[in-house]
Structures are given as C-alpha cells and as structure tokens.
C-alpha cells in the first residue's frame, strides 16, 4: 500500500489538476472578496471573512474540487489504459482504489490549508482587523480538518462515478449540486445532512446565537456516507465491451 501511494504521488507531479485545485481555492476566496463590494452595511473583520470563505468553501467550491481531482486520478487508469496490466500484477483493483483515495484525502488536507492561507493573505491586503496567532492557528486547524470531512461526505459520489472511462465529469455535476443543496439546511438539518453537518464537527460559529451543533448526528452522519463510500469500493467495475473489428471481405463478381 505504502508503495501504491509513493506511486500516485509520482504520478500527480505530472498532472496539471492539483493546479487547477490550488485555483479554486483561490477562487473560493476571491468570491468572498466579492461579496465585500456590496454596500450592506455589514463589518467586515477578520472573523467574518472566515466565515464567508468557509460557507463558500462547503456549499459552492470544494466538494466539487474534491470530486474533480479524485475522479481524475482514479480515471487516468482507464484513459492510459493501464488498468489491464493490474491482471498481470498482484495487485486488486480495490487495493489500488484505496491507494488512490487515501492520496486524495491527504490532498484534502493540502487544499484545506491552502485556501486558509488565501483568506489569510486576502485579510492583509483588504486590512481587515481581529486577527491574532491564536485565531490564525485555529482558523488552520478548522478549515484543513473541513476539508477532510468533506472529502469523507464525497467518498460514495467520487467511488460510484469512478467506475468506468470519464464517469468522473457526471461526479463532479452531481458534488456541486450536493454542496450547493446545503446552502438551504437550517436548524436540526444542519447536523443530519452529511456537508453541513462536516462543519458542526469544527465546531463553526460555535457559540453564535442561533448555531446549536449536535455532535452526535454530524459524527455519525459524515461516517455513515465514508462507510457507504468504503462499500462501494468493494463493487467490481463492469468490464469494458471490447469493439470487434469486421474483416471486409471481397466482393463476388456478379454474372458469368
């Protein structure tokens, strides 16, 4: 397993979509920045604006990063037609999926603290005050562990849709409105639907008046979507239909 992992990791050196992660990070943040052209009346501080990427982060940006990037390196074994040669190889397809998403989780770390240290930097340009070590370091911990429980709501998603060649591109349509849908959970919902219930576990906006997490249900909801992912990887991708090539055969002179 440690060797499969060395490997993934080799291969993403020469994939442009980590790239096009670290983007949408960027991304994440910039619309947050957006937002502070209207005139509302709200002030804007350090706090805040974490907040804001972070809502942004959950309901519009990283569940179909995630998705994009982890389909991607689990299909470039269809596409590279490299998957046949796993038959020749002691090596099951299972074991090499779980390879591919235990690289993807540590990726979710990765982006997780790259998109806070966006916010960080956009909170220095923009001048926002309220910053301090110990919020930083918090912000930090909060955003790169939600982006692992994200990543952990995805798993049946990005396992379901990796199953055959460019499937993928369905999965990451599917994330995006599954993100999105969270925008609208309020109240107890919160901590049943597995994407908001991934920020009840980072305790975000703990303590504001109108935020009650229960634990107990956003623990177990995220873990049972990681389990349904953990089921499906046991499914046995259908086989390829291979295209039978027709041999022309010459014609026959008509007459004598």
Known sequence: MVTIIKTEFIKLKRYFIIWIGVSLMLLTVLLTLFTTMADD????????????????FVTMIFPMCITLISGYMISREYT?????????????????????LIVSAILSLFLGAVCFAFTVIAN???????????????????MTLLGFFLYLTMLPIIVLTSRQ??????????AFVYGFIGMFANGALESIYPVTAALGLINYRSGTEGVMWNKGLCLIS?????AIGIAFMFIKPK?????????????????W
């Not at 060649?165 to 599917?174: A, M, Q, T």
């Not at 995220?222 to 990681?226: G, K, N, P, S, W």
């Not at 086989?239 to 007459?255: L, W």
């Open 165 to 174: 060649r460019s499937s993928f591109l369905v999965g990451v349509i599917v």
């Open 41 to 56: 009346g709200m002030t804007w501080d350090y706090q805040f604006l974490f907040e804001q990427v972070v809502k942004n």
């Open 222 to 226: 995220v873990l049972a979507m990681c």
């Open 124 to 142: 220095f340009i923009m001048g926002y005050e309220g910053v301090s070590l110990v919020s930083a370091l918090t912000g930090l911990v909060q």
């Open 80 to 100: 590279d037609d490299t998957l046949k040669n796993i038959e020749t190889l002691p090596i099951s397809f299972q074991k090499l999926l779980a390879g591919k």
């Open 239 to 255: 086989p390829e239909k291979k295209e039978v090539k027709k041999t022309n055969r010459p014609a026959h002179k008509k007459g």
